[in-house]
């Protein structure tokens, strides 16, 4: 539960976009999270309010310039998969996570503007139309996104066979699971021909196990599956090799690091489909034949970086390979819930009496729990959970040490403050939660802190969320639409009506549109307000070096026809409040000489770490994801 950054909410690129990774440059759009150019309005004061807002259909818009605008790129998203049985794994989570940015920044990119103030049908990133200048003499400019170079130092799951890291007689299918032996027959026993993945396997995962369908044994069924290091020969079957380990069909034998097998299990030919596993936490690997467990093959696999690999010897032989993107034979799944189950139990049974001085564990649980309640500001939750601690323990007879003082609650005066502080910004209600702030907490705003920036930036925040809600706002009119020869097309459509629906009166007519004239005025004067706010806001802090990024997540909103659906739509998200109430919050204990975390919390981010510690080299804690597993 680690406390975000001075903006990190706000600053983060990794929130989902509502736009498709597959959708064309080429294709002029219809989604309202377009980035456009038209004509913007004007104030007294000189501040441009975006065309785009309440404007209309965005796709009408570039329909009638001729050109489409980029929203996506073809192909992003392509080639990210998650095996059924790592689906809870924390590294594949963090996969994810990495992977859904990388796609929010190429989404991200915007286009160039062209001399007359369009956008250019030509390029696909560029910066943004600026707002002009306001009566403040200042300027805003969106920047466009970088995607990301990589996985931010992310381990990726073998996905293909390498195209490159192969032998020459192997030939690789254009999906990359399929591997055909194209060369001359490997006379010599020595010989072979092998390939690796494009990635090596990582041992955050704890278990991992992928399969082998052979369409085709060749002649004489030699074919090896196993795993081999980045540098190990491609000129031999795997398991020939120093560091290399493989199971061969044409005998049943394994082999590990040498050229001399030994019996393992049966023999396997054309239709059969073979897996490999390795287990990191116990340092063996196995496999598997069309879904069968054969045991153990090998040992003390410790500290070990290898790729999954096959290798071939004959004309003609043939295989296809998953490597989780499709259901596997072997019920792999159950292994890895065994496994889970078997850590659970360990942890579950652990005393942790040495730990603190209550009398039992539920106690020390209820402690900290109190505690947390307390720390945060849940004044009336944390008066409602002693009163029931103390009711279980009456009922109970248990020792009274194991009930919480109900009268620190009450003595904790700024307990109260503080909630209500909390509940002001939860609300939305930025301006209320500044006022207390600074009527019983003033050192904390003192000197442009870094909390009283985020609380101004969150307050920007919620008038464009205001305001983007004014669009929801005006009420729906059917279109008058006129067919080929100028009438009406409800005319022509009278006759399937039912004779006695309903229909719109003149004066409903001229209700509907004063209705949607008292919304439009005051959508564009709080939209005024709002870029006034925001101008103010950026001349306020532009000697602060870290609030730049925050204001080019704000700002960028504005170049939406509607920002509830733009690719920085979380910042609208009411869920965004929390890190800001937890801050402040954090902020005000610093300030009285508490801590800035809860017991509960300080013990969460400690758990995190260990865990994160034991599962670098395939430990325990690679099977175990805390909050999935002891949160929910």
């Known amino acids: 539960m680690s406390r975000p950054g001075t903006f990190s909410h706000l600053a983060t690129p990794n929130a989902p976009s509502p736009l498709h990774p597959h959708e064309q440059h080429s294709t002029p759009s219809t989604r309202g999270s377009q980035q456009i150019s038209g004509s913007d309005m004007q104030t007294d004061d000189s501040v441009k309010i975006p065309g785009s807002w309440g404007k209309g259909n965005v796709g009408n818009y570039s329909g009638r310039h001729g050109f489409g605008l980029p929203y996506g790129m073809a192909g992003i998203g392509d080639g990210f998969f998650v095996p059924s049985y790592l689906r809870r794994s924390r590294h594949i989570e963090r996969l994810r996570v990495a992977h859904e940015a990388k796609i929010a920044a190429h989404r991200d990119i915007p286009t160039h ?28 400019e969106v920047i ?19 195209e490159v890291d192969k032998n020459n007689a192997m030939e690789i299918g254009m999906d990359g699971l399929e591997v055909r032996f194209v060369g001359g027959i490997k006379l010599h026993d020595n010989e072979g021909a092998a390939t690796r993945t494009d990635h090596p396997i990582p041992t955050q995962c704890g278990i991992y196990y992928y399969e082998v369908t052979i369409t085709s044994k060749g002649k004489d069924g030699l074919i090896g599956i196993g795993f081999s290091g980045p540098k190990v020969s491609l000129e031999r079957l795997p398991g020939w090799e120093p560091d290399s380990w ?87 799944d159950g292994m890895i ?39 945060d500001g849940f004044v009336e939750t ?37 909630q209500q502080i909390r509940a002001a910004i939860m609300d939305g209600d930025i301006d209320k939660a500044l006022k207390r702030t600074h009527a019983f907490y003033p050192q904390v705003l003192q000197g442009h802190s870094p909390v009283y920036f985020r609380l101004r930036c969150q307050k920007f925040v919620e008038m464009i969320r205001q305001t983007a809600e004014l669009l929801g706002d005006v009420p729906a009119k059917p279109a008058k639409a006129m067919d080929g020869n100028g009438f009406s097309s409800a005319a022509n459509d009278q006759v399937d009506m039912d004779v006695d629906d309903p229909k719109p009166e003149a004066e409903d007519w001229d209700k509907m549109e004063m209705e949607e004239s008292d919304i ?42 509607d920002p509830r659906k733009s690719p920085q739509a979380h910042l609208l998200d009411r869920a965004s409040r929390v ?21 509960l919390e300080i013990l969460y981010q400690q758990t995190e770490v260990l865990v994160d510690s034991i599962s670098e080299d395939g430990g325990a804690g690679a099977l175990i994801n805390v909050p999935n597993d002891f949160l929910r």
């Not at 890190?579 to 017991?599: H, T, W």
Request: hydrophobic letters at 35%.
């Open 337 to 375: 819930r065994s496994e889970r189950t078997t850590i659970q139990d360990a942890i579950n049974t652990t005393n942790i009496a040495s730990l603190h001085s209550f009398a039992d564990e539920n106690a020390f649980l209820k402690e900290l729990v109190a505690q947390f309640l307390a720390h």
């Open 144 to 162: 466009e996104h970088q995607p990301p170079e990589d996985n931010g130092g992310l381990k990726p799951l073998p996905s293909r066979w390498h």
């Open 579 to 599: 890190p800001v109430a937890e801050e402040l919050n954090s902020a005000i204990l610093v300030s009285l000489g508490k801590s800035s975390s809860a017991a």
């Open 520 to 561: 439009s005025v005051k959508y564009h004067e709080l939209l005024e307000e709002t870029l006034h706010y925001g101008q103010a806001l950026k001349s306020e802090f532009q000697d602060d070096p870290n609030a730049d990024g925050a204001f080019k997540e704000i700002f960028s909103l504005f170049m939406y026809e």
């Open 246 to 332: 493989g199971w061969h069909g044409d005998d049943g034998n394994t082999f590990c690091c040498q050229q001399i097998g030994k019996g393992y299990g049966p023999t396997y030919t054309t239709g059969d489909v073979i897996g490999c596993g390795i287990n990191f936490l116990t340092g063996c690997a196995f496999f598997t034949k069309n879904g069968v467990f054969q045991g153990t093959a090998f040992r003390d696999l410790k500290n070990v970086e290898v790729h999954p690999s096959v290798g071939m010897k004959r004309p003609q032989a043939q295989l296809t390979t998953n490597f989780g993107q499709r259901p596997f034979v072997f019920d792999i």
């Open 113 to 140: 503007k062209t001399g007359n103030g369009q956008l250019s049908s030509r390029s696909s990133s560029a910066s943004l139309p600026k707002l002009a200048p306001s009566h403040r003499g200042m300027t805003y």
């Open 382 to 418: 944390a008066k409602a959970f002693a009163g029931e601690v103390q009711r279980e323990s009456g009922a109970l007879q248990i020792d009274r040490n194991a009930q919480i003082d109900e009268s620190t609650l009450e003595e904790d005066l700024d307990a109260s403050n503080r």
